[in-house]
Structure formats: C-alpha cells, structure tokens
C-alpha cells in the first residue's frame, strides 16, 4: 500500500512504501485514524492545555478578556488547510461564526515539531522554527533541525494522554510553548532535511515492525514566496547554480513557491530576486 495523500511533486521522498496505508495529509489521517480524531478538533486542543477558549457566540468578555484585547479566530475543525479562515480580531469584535471559537492570542516563538510516536510514547523529534517575518501570520521562513529542547517535556506528555496506542508521525505546532494545532502527519515539505534513516523508521514503526530513532535531522531552510511570482527559466537557473531548490507551489493558496536549502544567505538571495525584498 502507497503513502496517502502525497503530491505528485514529492513522490521521490516517500520511499520506502509502509505494508499498511500511512497517511501524508490531514484528509487521510482523518479517515485512516478513527481512534485518534480528536486530534483535530482545535478547540479541544485549546481548552486541554489550559487556554481561554470558547466557540464563537462566547462573548469573549464573559469569560474575562477585555473587548479591546486580541484573540484567535479560527474553524473548530478545518482539514484542508489546518490555518485557513484564521486571523486575529478584538474580542469585542468576535462574531457568532457557525463552525468556528475563539482563543487568547498567544505571543513568542512559532515552533512545529514532528514527533516518531511508538505506541503513545514520543521516540523522536524533529522541531522547526518560524521566522519572526510573517505573512498574514505565516512565517516566511522556517529553520529545520532547530533546537528546542525546553518544550519536548510538554509535547511528550500531551503525546502520552492523546495518542494511546498510536505508532507513527505526528506534528504539533505552538507559540510561546502552547498549541495551536496537531496532526496525525508530519510537516511533509520539511521532509527533505531530516537524513536518509527518516522515512525507514517512520515505515518500521506503521508496520509494527523493528524500530531504531533515526539520528538528529542534518537540518536546512525552508522559504515561502508568498503572494505573485513570475517564475522564469532564468530564475531555475540561479536557483540550482546557488544550490537552492525552487518548486512552484500550485496547491497552497497565497503561496507561488517554495525555496528549499542548506544555505541560508543563498536562500535568501533568490528570495530577494523573486520577491525584491529582504528578510
């Protein structure tokens, strides 16, 4: 059986194939996980870590924060594309939206952590860091292989009291320490810098097999050019003569590409040819 959900652009990474349908986006890990969905639903995800949160048609101000603060809005449940429709609002502005809560703002660093789970216990992690350089809440760029240590004891206890039983990826993005989102998948377009003995040991562990962690990810950069890009033969060519990876992104939308390193200058550098800006 193949990984679900791959695009047709990243097949080359998904190599070896797991005996058993493994799943690579939300949709199927939705249906493939039927004990484990619960994942998804956001506002549980808040309110067990201890958030203020409620569903739209909560006053945000019954609940203690002040009408001039900012809060999260964002769908309860939202499998094609985890951020859509999310932003930021004054709580006194937070309308009955069908489908969707609100949550304190969280401040600091963005962090998305992929997480090799063996039977409800984290075996290893992959943590990626955003840039504090953001469109429309995104970071532009994320730093793989990052070292964040200090939050690996939370992510461990949560994969503890929510994934009994579970043995696979996962991957839970916070700020400041304090989820935003989990997945029953890994952050699939970080895949290419976690090192050879990765997908190996993802296989083993769906397929109930031997499981060795993979040594720590040799890491690299990834880069979104977000809103219009012209993309011309040139700009392939300046790419790959700097050693970045230019790949046209058709499937998010805002997204016209995405740039894949090891180099970050050289990273940059293209960006600013695409985009004519700096980070």
């Known amino acids: 059986m193949p990984f679900v959900g791959v695009l047709p652009e990243r097949e080359h990474i998904f190599r070896p194939e797991p005996c058993r349908e493994v799943a690579v986006s939300d949709a199927a890990a939705w249906r493939l996980n ?18 203020t949160a409620a569903p739209c048609g909560v006053a945000p101000t019954d ?10 809005v964002k769908p309860i449940t939202n499998l094609a594309g985890m951020g859509l429709n999310a932003r930021t609002l004054p709580a006194g502005d937070v309308p009955a939206e069908p489908g969707s809560f609100w949550c304190q703002r969280l401040q600091g660093t963005h962090t998305s952590t992929d997480c090799l789970v063996e039977n409800g216990a984290a075996r290893w992690f992959a943590h990626t860091r955003g840039s504090e350089a953001k469109d429309a809440a995104r970071p532009i760029y994320w730093e793989i292989g990052a070292a964040a240590p200090e939050i690996e004891p939370w992510i461990a206890d949560w994969v503890r009291r ?19 989102e989990a997945h029953l998948r890994g952050s699939n377009g970080f895949f290419d810098f976690y090192g050879p003995e990765f997908i190996s040991a993802w296989v083993a562990l769906a397929d109930g097999e ?5 040594p720590p990810i040799p890491g690299g950069f990834v880069i979104s050019v977000f809103g219009e890009a012209d993309l011309r033969d040139d700009d392939f060519r300046a790419a790959e003569s700097a050693g970045v990876n230019l790949q046209p992104d058709p499937s998010t939308p805002g997204r016209a590409a995405i740039l894949r390193c090891r180099d970050r200058e050289a990273g940059f550098a293209i960006y600013r040819r695409l985009t004519g800006h700096t980070l």
Do not use: M, Q, W
Not at 36 to 41: F, G, K, N, P, T
Not at 210 to 214: D, E, I, N, V
């Open 210 to 214: 031997a499981f060795t962690p993979p």
């Open 34 to 51: 039927p004990d484990h969905r619960r994942v998804y639903d956001k506002l549980h995800l808040a309110l067990d870590a201890g958030l």
């Open 63 to 72: 609940l203690g924060i002040a009408a001039d603060a900012e809060v999260f």
């Open 162 to 180: 929510n994934l009994a039983g579970y043995s696979g990826l996962c991957n839970i993005e916070l700020i400041g320490g304090r989820p935003i």
